[in-house]
Nanobody
Framework: QVQLVESGGGLVQAGGSLRLSCVAS????????MGWFRQAPGKEREFVAA????????GYADSVKGRGTISRDNAKNTLYLQMNSLKPEDTANYYC????????????????????WGQGTQVTVSS
């Protein structure tokens, strides 16, 4: 029903920046709370950032607070994650996720709350 396609990952030097994008299918994108998660090899998936369906509320993991900015353009069915001052610890596969369950205009930080996931885009930060 919903397809999510991430892009924008790549190799970047420590201290650099990347902007990740996630394009979603479906006419109800504007009602989907969205999130970014990441997973490094051998580690559990972790929350990065989330945004409510209207964009009025956002939340961030402590590890990226002050360096990451989540945003959305509902007219373009696109979710963004701007990452600045990248660190080697940011190296991971980054996934966007959508929650299609109708609810209040809030964001979600737990992966189990989301029911659609993209294929991921790799971010590698060299030291």
């Amino acid at each position: 029903q919903v397809q999510l396609v991430e892009s924008g990952g790549g190799l970047v030097q420590a201290g650099g920046s990347l902007r990740l994008s996630c394009v979603a299918s479906g006419r109800t994108f504007s009602r989907y709370p969205m999130g970014w998660f990441r997973q490094a090899p051998g580690k559990e998936r972790e929350f990065v950032a989330a945004i409510s369906w209207s964009g009025s509320s956002t939340g961030y993991a402590d590890s990226v607070k002050g360096r990451g900015t989540i945003s959305r353009d509902n007219a373009k069915n696109t979710l963004y994650l701007q990452m600045n001052s990248l660190k080697p610890e940011d190296t991971a596969n980054y996934y966007c996720a959508a929650r299609t369950y109708r609810g209040a205009d809030v964001y979600y930080t737990i992966g189990e709350h989301y029911d659609y996931w993209g294929q991921g885009t790799q971010v590698t930060v060299s030291s």
